[in-house]
Structure formats: C-alpha cells, structure tokens
Nanobody, 120 residues
Framework: EVQLVESGGDLVQPGGSLRLSCAAS????????MSWVRQAPGKGFELVSQ????????YYVESVKGRFTISRDNAKNTVYLQLNSLKTEDTAMYYC?????????????RGQGTQVTVSS
C-alpha cells in the first residue's frame, strides 16, 4: 500500500521560506518519479513540481520557478520541496504524489497534505 506523509507546512509571512518533506513507503521509491501538487481553498489541484526517479530532471510550474526547489533522498525514501520568497498566492494545502501526476480530479496516490499559509 502506497503511504505518503507530508510535513513542514506552517504559517509564514510573505517573503519567508519553508521546507516541506514527504516520507514514502509501500512502493519502490527509488524507482518512482514524484510530484508535488497543491490545492487552494475552493480550487482544483495544481501541479507545482516534479522530479525523476534518480533526481536528475526536475519540472516547475511557471509561477514557482526560481523560488521553489524540489529534491529527493532515495536512501531516506523522502522527497522535499524548498519554498523561498513565498507569496500570499502560494497559500494552499500541499501534497506529494507518486509518479508524474497533476492529481486531476483527485485521482492520484497522495498523502494527507501539509498546510502552507502565507500571510502578514
């Protein structure tokens, strides 16, 4: 059974930083691409970033390029998302998901999420 547990979300002021973590189990983590998606209140899922199984190739949605960094540690079965220069529009529940997915319609293996709130 795929299990993903996100952590690291918090309330932060605009311009601040956070590091999100996602601990994975129940599948061969080192063989799987991983995605981070987010969902703001009243909106659908939005793809934020993705990383290949080996970590060599990454993707970012245009709105977070230069501010967010995805990485992974296959020895720890963990994927990370470093969030810098946070903006109020980054406020959302952040989820990690198994594979290359944007979780359209909620159809993806994802964790319970971690809340990021950017507010002064």
């Amino acid at each position: 059974e795929v299990q993903l547990v996100e952590s690291g979300g918090d309330l932060v002021q605009p311009g601040g930083s956070l590091r999100l973590s996602c601990a994975a189990s129940g599948f061969t983590f080192k063989g799987s691409a991983m995605s981070w998606v987010r969902q703001a209140p009243g909106k659908g899922f939005e793809l934020v970033s993705q990383i290949t199984a080996g970590g060599a190739i990454t993707y970012y949605v245009e709105s977070v390029k230069g501010r967010f960094t995805i990485s992974r540690d296959n020895a720890k079965n963990t994927v990370y998302l470093q969030l810098n220069s946070l903006k109020t529009e980054d406020t959302a529940m952040y989820y990690c998901a198994k594979g290359f997915t944007d979780c359209t319609g909620g159809r993806c293996d994802r964790g319970q999420g971690t809340q990021v709130t950017v507010s002064s």
